[in-house]
């Protein structure tokens, strides 16, 4: 059975920290790159980073590059997320998804997969950044 699990999010003041944790399991990690989504109330839902397992390559979205830095621990097949200087912006409910992204002809994070690649999504988790 395929599971992503998100955890660490919560309530932060605006400037604070959070790390969010996905740990992955039911299928090959090393072969899917693992996106952070995030759907503020009202809004669509936007890609915030992803990782690839297999060589570490990355992608973030504008809105986060130089606050936000995604990681990879393959041994615990677990992603994380750290997000700094957070922003009342930043709230939202944030998910963790996998794409067997190099199977499905995407050869560069440049621009980060589109959302309909990818194949399993976690339950989500709550981050709240009061002003």
């Known amino acids: 059975e395929v599971q992503l699990v998100e955890s660490g999010g919560g309530l932060v003041q605006a400037g604070g920290s959070l790390r969010l944790s996905c740990a992955a399991s039911?299928?090959?990690?090393?072969?899917?790159?693992i996106g952070w989504f995030r759907q503020a109330p009202g809004k669509e839902r936007e890609g915030v980073s992803c990782?690839?397992?297999?060589?570490?390559?990355?992608y973030y979205a504008d809105s986060v590059k130089g606050r936000f830095t995604i990681s990879s621990d393959n041994a615990k097949n677990t992603v994380y997320l750290q997000m700094n200087s957070l922003e009342p912006e930043d709230t939202a409910v944030y998910y963790c998804?996998?794409?067997?992204?190099?199977?499905?002809?995407?050869?560069?994070?440049?621009?980060?997969?589109?959302?309909?690649?990818?194949?399993?999504w976690g339950q989500g988790t709550q981050v709240t950044v009061s002003s």
């Open positions: 990782i690839s397992s297999s060589d570490g390559s990355t």
């Open positions: 039911g299928f090959t990690f090393d072969d899917y790159a």
């Open positions: 998804a996998a794409t067997p992204w190099r199977v499905r002809g995407i050869t560069t994070m440049n621009e980060g997969p589109p959302e309909y690649e990818y194949d399993y």
